[in-house]
């Protein structure tokens, strides 16, 4: 058990350290021309874990990134540069690595604590295989249980009243434009001209809650299936994208999955949880 805070902060970056290096280990394999790269702190140890493979293996591979902090760690690590948007018609990544910031029962996700989610979504679906690194502070039953923030929406700055207005209505708790960082006057700026808001909700439902014929999860009592709240935020004018990766996973359509094939928890006792649909 850890004593101080800055013990317990080694732990955690020990921990997406171990989830980083043996996820690449698992999902990269040589032979894969293209790769994704997500963003946030977790992933500069993904990028380390394929960088340290040397040029012989990774020479023949391109990198593709979520926003511009990716995009620098891809460069910096000496990596090839690539775009989503110059990808051929019709071809898909090898794979794509990223973290998150909660991870629910089945598979679920929030995305965007770092403000990425909309590329990070369009890079996602756009591999074959999606796998998910984090620390053992994301694991979690339902979202919303351990990622308190709430779920970040990535809006159309002149559409973010109105947006909070339908928040409220559907019931998140004070729901509110993410600042930006400290010295920066005024909302943050996502790298393609949006603002985030942050909707805090009640713990989400899995389907199987509403299977058991207890709840409802359609809002009406202040809970909501992952699923049913998903498909209504992402319809609200004014709504660019949202952090829930959901719906489908990898083993079962061919391609436009948001939840991960494979989900790996660095632990605090130094182990590594792999978490796959269905476990
Ligand atoms: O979604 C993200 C950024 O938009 C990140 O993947 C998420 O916030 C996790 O970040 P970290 O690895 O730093 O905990």
Redesign the pocket.
């Known amino acids: 058990m850890a004593s101080t805070a800055e013990e317990a902060a080694a732990l955690v970056e020990t921990s997406?350290c171990l989830a980083a290096y043996q996820a690449v280990k698992d999902h990269l394999r040589p032979e894969y021309t293209r790769i994704g790269i997500?963003?946030?702190?977790?992933?500069v140890y993904v990028v380390n874990a394929i960088a340290e493979l040397g040029p012989s293996v990774t020479s023949k591979m391109a990198f593709y990134p979520t926003g511009s902090q990716s995009e620098e760690l891809i460069e910096a690590a000496g990596l090839n540069l690539h775009y989503i948007s110059k990808l051929p018609a019709g071809q898909q990544l090898d794979v794509a690595f990223?973290?998150?910031?909660e991870v629910d029962d089945d598979m679920n996700l929030i995305?965007?604590?770092?403000?990425?989610?909309w590329q990070?979504k369009i890079v996602a679906a756009s591999a074959k295989r999606f796998v998910c690194v984090?620390d053992f502070r994301k694991l979690s039953g339902r979202l919303g249980t351990a990622w308190k923030k709430g779920i970040p929406i990535e809006v159309l700055p002149m559409a973010a009243p109105r947006v909070l207005d339908e928040l409220r209505r559907m019931g998140s708790l004070n729901p509110r434009i993410r600042p930006g960082l400290p010295g920066k006057a005024g909302a943050i700026v996502t790298d393609n001209g949006m603002w985030i808001i942050d909707a805090p909700f009640a713990p989400l439902l899995l389907l199987k809650d509403t299977e058991s014929g207890t709840q409802a999860g359609n809002g009406a009592d202040g809970l909501w299936t992952v699923d049913a709240l998903a498909d209504k935020l992402i319809k609200l004018p004014g709504v660019a994208e949202i952090?829930l990766f959901y719906g489908n996973n990898g083993l079962e359509v061919a391609s436009g999955a948001q939840k991960p094939v494979a989900a790996y928890f660095g632990m605090a006792d130094g182990t590594v949880q792999i978490k796959t649909p269905g476990t």
């Not at 997500?38 to 992933?43: A, L, P, Q």
Request: aromatic letters at 0%; charged letters at 25%.
């Open positions: 997406k997500g963003s946030g702190s977790t992933v990223d973290g998150a910031d995305k965007g604590g770092g403000a990425c989610l990070e984090a952090g």
